[in-house]
């Protein structure tokens, strides 16, 4: 039977110090690009925030397509998915910026805009999502065919893990 300590090793195994500066830095680069966009296209206090919510879709875009081609498509590696995923991405699409512009445009009683801003985020992040991993999936599709035509056998993919 194993004991407490058994069980948490192999999480601790995973949490390094340079699994954990890939994600600063990661985080660094993704919120600063963000925070460069919104000084870029800033949005006055009753327009919609325009910026954040491109930012918010097209990191749900491009977080579903990164994770298909790190799991499906490119050799394993430890730090693509802490760095980009959880460091990059995460840092980069932002759900306080977002419900802070809700608020904004609540106290300025944009109630439709703000209602806008909550669904319409919420949609157009799952279907960018969705459409992130549709296009992922058929890129991991056609490198297969590719291989398979080069005689080349499948060596990475979640299921050789």
């Known amino acids: 039977m194993r004991s407490a300590t058994e069980v948490r090793e192999p999480f601790r195994a995973r949490l390094r110090g340079s699994v954990l500066a890939a994600v600063a830095l990661g985080g660094l680069l993704g919120g600063t690009a963000r925070y460069a966009l919104v000084l870029a296209f800033p949005a006055p206090g ?4 325009w910026t954040t919510f491109a930012v918010n879709v097209s990191g749900s875009f491009l977080l579903a397509l990164l ?3 790190v799991c499906e498509i490119w050799p394993p590696t430890r730090y693509v998915r802490p760095f980009a995923a959880v460091g990059f991405l995460g840092a980069f699409t932002t759900f306080s910026t977002w419900m802070v512009d809700t608020d904004r445009l609540l106290g300025h009683g944009h ?3 703000a209602a806008l801003n909550i669904f319409g985020s919420l949609f157009a992040g799952l ?3 969705v459409l992130g991993l549709a296009v992922g ?4 599709a056609r490198h297969s065919r590719l291989d398979a035509r080069r005689g080349r056998a499948r060596r990475y993919g979640r299921w050789a893990r």
């Open 46 to 49: 009753t327009a919609f925030p």
């Open 67 to 69: 994770l298909v081609h």
């Open 111 to 113: 109630y439709t805009a």
């Open 127 to 129: 279907a960018a999502a």
């Open 137 to 140: 999936r058929l890129t991991a």
